[in-house]
């Protein structure tokens, strides 16, 4: 994506910082990256980071329970970010793990690095920095900006982001979501393979950050009732009510 053929970017002015947070299945990775290719910026995908950690971890035979090792082994991840919305990849040590992060043995382990506290500082240095880089005219964006989505986005990585949004959904509507994606249906059987991995996710990392309530300045959006197209317009218009910029045109429309 090259945002400068995008017509929604010149009206976008000064750099614009948009943070959104939200539990497992609320559709915040999806969402994300579409506002943020609507709004022709940047788009980082920070939960993708500590999936990328995990990977690393396990593929030096890392010890997940061993704090210390985890730690230090992140610290020294040669790890890049894909940030064009259009294709984020991930690679790690030159290897495109983009798909590897997402397999079921990493959901099921990411938990123990996503609330090792030494990697959260490592990986929010890494992402604050990323978030600052797009702020400026040599980067990416082009100095246009950056959506960043995770788990404390709006209220420790990037507090003083332009717009901040809790995206969430209920229960039901957030483990049938990740069924489809996982298993390609939403029966009952899917859900119910999809529950733990899902709920256990959410209460390990609700124990080092807050993502089920807003924080003060935070807009909730829930989408529990709206579609993938619904969600994404009602993203769109906070950013415009709460940062007080247009809201992205889509060019199909």
């Not at 980067?139 to 960043?148: C, K, N, T």
């Not at 990740?178 to 209460?203: C, K, N, S, Y």
Request: net charge negative; with cysteine; glycine share 8%.
């Amino acid at each position: 994506m090259s945002a400068d053929r995008d017509p929604a970017v010149a009206a976008l002015g000064s750099p614009l910082v948009v943070a959104i947070d939200g539990p497992s299945g609320s559709g915040k990775s999806s969402v994300s990256r579409a506002v943020a290719g609507r709004l022709g910026v940047a788009y980082l995908d920070t939960g993708a980071m500590y999936r990328a950690a995990t990977w690393w971890c396990l593929r030096r035979g890392v010890d997940l329970t061993d704090a210390d090792s985890v730690s230090r082994a992140v610290r020294v991840m040669p790890l890049v970010m894909g940030i064009d919305p259009a294709a984020p990849g991930v690679h790690v040590d030159g290897t495109d793990v983009s798909e590897a992060i997402r397999t079921t043995e990493i959901s099921t382990a990411v938990s123990a690095v996503a609330t090792n506290l030494d990697v959260r500082s490592e990986l929010r240095r890494l992402q604050r920095a990323a978030i600052d880089a797009e702020r400026e005219p040599g980067s990416f964006s082009g100095g246009r900006g950056i959506v960043a989505e995770g788990r404390d986005i709006t209220t420790v990585v990037a507090p003083d982001a332009d717009a901040r949004i809790l995206l969430t959904a209920s229960e039901e509507a957030r483990l049938a979501r990740r069924a489809l994606d996982v298993h390609g249906e939403a029966g009952e059987a899917a859900v119910a393979a999809t529950r733990d991995q899902v709920l256990r996710r959410d209460r390990d990392d609700s124990a080092v950050s807050q993502f089920h309530v807003a924080a003060d300045g935070v807009v909730t959006v829930d989408s529990s009732d709206l579609d993938y197209e619904q969600t994404i317009q009602a993203v769109l218009d906070v950013i415009e009510q709460v940062a007080g910029r247009p809201q992205g045109a889509d060019p199909a429309r």
